[in-house]
């Protein structure tokens, strides 16, 4: 079964950086829809940036012009860039595949599979 890993969550001050990487592994399916989620303190969880098989890319509004999420098919990994980070970026992130997904339209992604989450802290 597919399996995904995240990391590169922490602790940052506002305006600052992080990079999370999310590595997939169990499935023969080589180009799918990933994305990434999150759920900050009594939130719901929300898409902020999915890409499908065909590489179309969407983002959250929130977080346009300052994360960018970028596929490496090689090496079976997701990764997001998240810069000028806010104390509302606060959440644990999420990292998800559906190997039978090829073609988003925005941010309606529903997957099947979900990493175990990385925790981002934003101080202001």
């Known amino acids: 079964p597919l399996r995904l890993v995240e990391s590169g969550g922490g602790s940052v001050q506002a305006g600052g950086s992080l990079r999370l990487s999310c590595v997939a592994s169990?499935?023969?399916?080589?180009?799918?829809?990933m994305g990434w989620f999150r759920q900050g303190p009594g939130k719901e969880r929300e898409g902020v940036a999915v890409t499908d098989a065909e590489d179309s890319i969407s983002y959250a509004d929130a977080v346009k012009g300052r994360f960018t999420i970028t596929k490496d098919d090689a090496k079976n990994t997701l990764h997001l860039q998240m810069n000028n980070l806010k104390p509302e970026d606060t959440a644990m992130y999420y990292c998800a595949a559906d190997p039978y997904c090829t073609e988003l339209r925005g941010l309606q992604f529903f997957p099947s599979h979900w990493g175990q989450g990385t925790q981002v802290t934003v101080s202001s």
């Open positions: 169990g499935t023969t399916y080589s180009r799918y829809c």
